[in-house]
């Protein structure tokens, strides 16, 4: 058999498929609440997994609309026409469609709920700022998203979120006062409240922490798909000094939670943000890509 | 790829598939006594080198193992997109030679552990008006699509379509049209 230089990080699928795991135990924790709890929220509850379905399913064109992408044909974007063809056919994927939003921020993003209906759409403030190498790296990095469906796999996380965000707030609003009580327990009510509030929080952290490695895994397989992970590096570094750390929530929010901290994705020099954010830091991700160079350099036999 | 590897996030580049490249010396008559192209007895391998000493040190290898085989010099040249071809010639006469040394810079290459760099590999048709068409053999889906251009970034989907009808049975052809991706100004052309 041929040798391989394609070799998995068992250590980041692990702690991966550990974040899952409890994703889906919350998930069980937070159904058998609701069928303790509720007759009426029923109704609610197939709103808000309705919602969460039409997202997922109207992925592709949501994401393009926000975006302000305009989906481009090969005579008009022959370059970037050019490396998604490349990098489809070495990856045996069908092509995406692909789309430019005019804007100056330098980001990329890819979407769809399945790779035939995947879009892939780069800001022209990318293109402009890297060379060509680099945007190979981006793209292929967005790509690897669409192989391994990424869209419907954070879909999927971030029901049990979405679900226990939803339930906490029906149960505020509606719900006070109709709770069945027990004679000498407290008021169910509140503990579907307290439940679904700490299943929040922590299915909150989990997500984000999934999306870490989600992004990991990506540069892995992008990196692997170009043979260079060197120019996806560079590329990182260009961009996230334009946009990596600006944080979106509270800070004072995030302390009772430091406590479930427990499989970072971040460097040892660990920081609040860190733990909020989508993507793993920038020296997590290029100590990643060096290791991945070393690996693809190493003589042969 | 598998449901494991797409849900823990761990795509590879699938490795590539040599054996229908034999295919080729049958195809290549076939398209000769019908569409009137004849082969020009250059080929060429089409391959996305990784970054690092081991993919040179491999290139080098395949050079001369194909110089030490009585090919004449491979040209290697790197394109607008980055991807590294090497351009290989024989006598016209002798596909089958041709399609021997193909095989033997695929199999080098996969050998060293480079087989998911591959991205396709082409052999050269000409007639006598000037007429150019490629064939293109995706190694990942181990399907050929005929590539003729004409001018400048055109190409001539109705002569495609018609190699795609006259290869018939000989050559398993690529089913997905949006697959056949053009190669402007590939070497082999």
Not at chain 1, 136 to 165: F, K, N, P, Q, Y
Not at chain 2, 123 to 130: E, H, L, P, R
């Amino acid at each position: 058999m041929a040798s391989t230089r394609y070799l998995p990080d068992r250590g980041l699928s692990a702690r991966m498929a550990l974040t899952m795991f409890l994703l889906g135990l919350l998930y069980v924790v937070l159904v058998v609440v609701i069928v303790i709890a509720i007759d009426s929220l029923a109704l609610a509850l197939v709103v808000a997994a309705g919602a969460l379905f039409a997202q997922w399913f109207f992925s592709d064109r949501i994401a393009l609309y926000a975006m302000h992408g305009r989906v481009v044909t090969p005579e008009e974007a022959p370059q970037l026409h050019g490396i998604v063809d490349r990098l489809c056919a070495l990856a045996d994927m069908p092509k995406p469609t692909v789309a430019i939003a005019d804007s100056d921020v330098p980001n990329a993003f890819a979407t769809g709920r399945t790779p035939k209906r995947a879009v892939v759409c780069a800001t022209t403030g990318l293109m402009n700022r890297l060379d060509e190498r680099e945007l190979e790296g981006v793209l292929a990095h967005e790509l690897s998203h669409v192989a391994h469906r990424d869209v419907t796999v954070m879909t999927v996380a971030s029901v049990v979120g979405v679900l226990a965000g939803f339930m906490t707030r029906i149960v505020l609003y509606s719900g006070m006062g109709r709770g069945r009580r027990d004679s000498n327990g407290p008021p169910i009510v509140l503990v579907v409240i307290l439940v679904s509030a700490v299943v929040y929080a922590l299915s909150f952290l989990l997500t984000r922490a999934l999306s870490r490695y989600r992004e990991l895994s990506a540069d892995r397989s992008g990196a692997f798909l170009t043979g260079q992970p060197s120019a996806l590096a560079s590329a990182l570094t260009k961009i996230s000094g334009d946009m990596a750390s600006i944080p979106s929530r509270d800070l004072r929010e995030a302390e009772p939670y430091n406590a479930f901290f427990f499989a970072p994705a971040a460097a040892p020099g660990f920081s609040l943000s860190s733990i909020f954010s989508t993507h793993p830091p920038l020296e997590r991700r290029l100590e990643q890509l060096g290791a991945i160079s070393a690996q693809l350099g190493r003589p042969t036999t | 790829m598998g449901l494991l590897s797409r849900v823990l996030g761990r795509s590879t580049p699938p490795p590539p598939t040599l054996d229908a490249l034999f295919a080729l010396p049958t195809a290549a008559l076939t398209i000769e006594s019908a569409m009137g192209l004849r082969p020009t007895g250059v080929g060429s391998v089409c391959f996305r080198a990784a970054e690092g000493g081991a993919t040179r040190a491999t290139v080098t290898d395949v050079e001369a193992l194909l110089e030490a085989g009585g090919a004449p010099a491979v040209e290697r040249s790197v394109d607008s997109f980055g991807f590294t071809w090497l351009l290989l010639r024989r006598d016209p006469v002798d596909v089958s030679g041709l399609v021997t040394d193909l095989h033997a810079v695929n199999a080098t290459l996969q050998d060293n552990g480079f087989g998911p760099a591959l991205l396709c590999s082409l052999m050269g048709f000409a007639d006598s008006s000037g007429r150019a068409l490629g064939l293109v053999y995706l190694y990942k889906r181990g399907t050929f699509y005929p590539f003729a251009p004409h001018g400048d970034k055109a190409r001539d989907n109705a002569f495609e379509l018609e190699v795609r009808g006259a290869l018939g049975v000989d050559l398993p052809v690529e089913p997905d049209l949006s697959r056949w991706f053009p190669l402007w100004g590939a070497p082999g052309l």
